[in-house]
């Protein structure tokens, strides 16, 4: 299931309830050293590196996104930052480096996450991450029981952790479910539309999911159990 960066990225601050509320307990977590430049890796529209713009203030921000729709609405809220359109596990950072890179939400959606962590180390002296663990959304994909639903690969928190250490040392870590209610099925489902979780269906698929979602009308909650990591390279 990729990412899809086509999504209309006008309505992805509204719906982006998690992506928020991470964004914020993330850069709580940093560490206070001493941070001159921050690497935003899938900024989106900027909600991360809006915050931490706010704490390290005379940082050098650059921020990276294979999508150009959400980094033009992120450039617009942080017009002095460094762009970088680019598909982040293929890029080469040379001789780039950064005291800081951070990614909120996005490593979810590479293809190879062990192998980002370790380049990343190599050019950022931290790298701190969010991402949803694999009891997200269990509610939600309850009521398409039966049918084989597109869905992400979610590490469990044992997987993730194993990846870290195996790679890196732990600064600090978190753990929390961030929830919201949505009236129906229909509108939970839009949730992940507007912050571009699609994935091509084939239409007899698609035509069930469709009757499930039209059929359900009781309230639904969307829970993203989160992760939250720095970690720095490990000696
Ligand atoms: C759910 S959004 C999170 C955006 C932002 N970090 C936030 O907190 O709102 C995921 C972002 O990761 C980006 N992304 C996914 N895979 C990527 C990749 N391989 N390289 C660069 N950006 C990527 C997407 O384009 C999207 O903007």
């Known amino acids: 299931m990729p990412?899809?960066?086509?999504?209309?990225?006008?309505?992805?601050?509204?719906?982006?309830?998690?992506?928020?509320f991470s964004a914020k307990e993330l850069?709580?977590?940093?560490?206070?050293?001493?941070i001159a430049s921050v690497i935003d890796i899938g900024a989106g529209t900027g909600f991360v590196a809006l915050e931490a713009k706010k704490r390290f203030p005379y940082a050098k921000l650059t921020l990276l996104d294979r999508s150009r729709g959400m980094l033009r609405i992120a450039k617009s809220k942080i017009p002095d930052a460094t762009i970088i359109n680019t598909d982040a596990e293929t890029f080469a950072f040379a001789i780039q480096?950064?005291?800081?890179?951070?990614?909120?939400?996005?490593?979810?959606?590479f293809k190879d996450f062990e192998a980002f962590l370790k380049k990343i180390l190599e050019h950022a002296k931290y790298f701190a991450f969010s991402i949803p663990l694999n009891d997200s959304f269990a509610d939600y994909m309850d009521i398409f029981n039966?049918?084989?639903?597109?869905?992400?690969?979610?590490?469990?928190?044992?997987?993730?952790?194993h990846i870290?250490?195996?790679?890196?040392e732990i600064v600090t870590a978190k753990q929390f479910i961030v929830t919201k209610?949505?009236?129906?099925?229909?509108?939970?489902?839009?949730?992940?539309?507007?912050?571009?979780?699609?994935?091509?269906?084939?239409?007899d698929t698609?035509?069930?999911?469709s009757a499930i979602l039209k059929s359900h009308k009781a309230p639904i909650t969307l829970n993203y159990d989160m992760f939250l990591c720095v970690t720095r390279q490990a000696y």
């Open 181 to 203: 209610t949505y009236p129906n099925a229909i509108e939970a489902t839009r949730h992940f539309r507007n912050i571009g979780a699609t994935s091509p269906i084939n239409t």
């Open 164 to 168: 870290v250490r195996s790679n890196a």
């Open 206 to 209: 698609q035509s069930k999911i």
């Open 27 to 34: 850069v709580r977590l940093l560490p206070n050293d001493n």
């Open 3 to 20: 990412f899809d960066t086509a999504i209309s990225a006008l309505n992805y601050d509204e719906y982006a309830f998690a992506q928020k």
């Open 146 to 161: 039966g049918i084989k639903m597109p869905r992400i690969n979610l590490y469990t928190h044992r997987e993730i952790l």
């Open 97 to 109: 480096n950064f005291d800081m890179a951070i990614a909120n939400l996005s490593v979810q959606w």
